[in-house]
């Protein structure tokens, strides 16, 4: 597997060009000590980029799900990315309605803002086409935990900002519960080369 990306073009992905200090560090507790830089954070591109990211993820799994191949491809196809990619859809039809309902903006949800977030994102990883069955998991395990860094990243920016409520506190958390699952259930996957 080539990797195309690295954090600090994830972070990049996720922030203005010039990025406050808090973001130049993989240290979550060092983005807390300076909440002054968080507040720099224009929370509606941060939005509106998260919403670009699903779209980007989600994609890429409805991919997988089609090219799974391989002794894993039953459980893969159906168990594994069919439900990763049919969740996400949910995910994100929740978070585009979270997001129009705290900042009243319907700019955030233009189709076209949306899919060029996508894109951007789909370009930090390489696609599941001509892989292995091994290496669209491993792909897919990076794109995951790079999407909990990027929900820590809204949960700070928004407490920062005083938007948490704890109904986005609520959402938030339990977006991270489910995609910490698909982390699990991707190291499984991976480890099953080593059989």
């Known amino acids: 597997m080539s990797k195309k990306f690295n954090s600090t073009e994830i972070r990049d992905f996720l922030t203005p060009q010039k990025k406050p200090a808090f973001m130049e560090s993989c240290?979550?507790?060092?983005?807390?000590?300076?909440?002054?830089d968080i507040a720099m954070v224009k929370v509606d591109e941060l939005c509106c980029k998260m919403i670009g990211a699903l779209r980007g993820i989600h994609t890429w799994y409805h991919t997988a799900h089609v090219l799974a191949k391989g002794t894993g491809f039953a459980g893969d196809h159906v168990h594994l990315y069919g439900e990763i990619?049919?969740?996400?859809?949910?995910?994100?039809?929740?978070?585009?309605?979270?997001?129009?309902?705290?900042?009243?903006?319907?700019?955030?949800?233009?189709?076209?803002?949306?899919t060029?977030?996508?894109?951007?994102?789909?370009?930090?990883?390489d696609g599941p086409s001509d892989k292995s069955g091994h290496e669209i998991a491993q792909i897919a395990l990076q794109i995951e935990k790079d999407f909990l860094t990027a929900m820590e990243i809204l949960y700070k920016v928004a407490k920062a900002h005083e938007m948490m409520t704890l109904g986005l506190e609520d959402f938030i958390a339990g977006l991270a519960n489910?995609?910490?699952?698909?982390v699990y259930l991707l190291q499984q996957r991976?480890?099953?080369?080593?059989?």
């Open 85 to 114: 990619y049919n969740e996400i859809t949910d995910q994100l039809d929740g978070t585009m309605e979270k997001i129009l309902g705290l900042l009243n903006e319907e700019s955030l949800i233009c189709p076209r803002k949306i």
């Open 178 to 182: 489910t995609h910490e699952r698909y």
């Open 190 to 195: 991976v480890k099953s080369n080593r059989d």
């Open 116 to 125: 060029s977030h996508s894109l951007e994102l789909l370009e930090m990883y």
């Open 27 to 36: 240290n979550v507790d060092a983005w807390t000590q300076t909440m002054g």
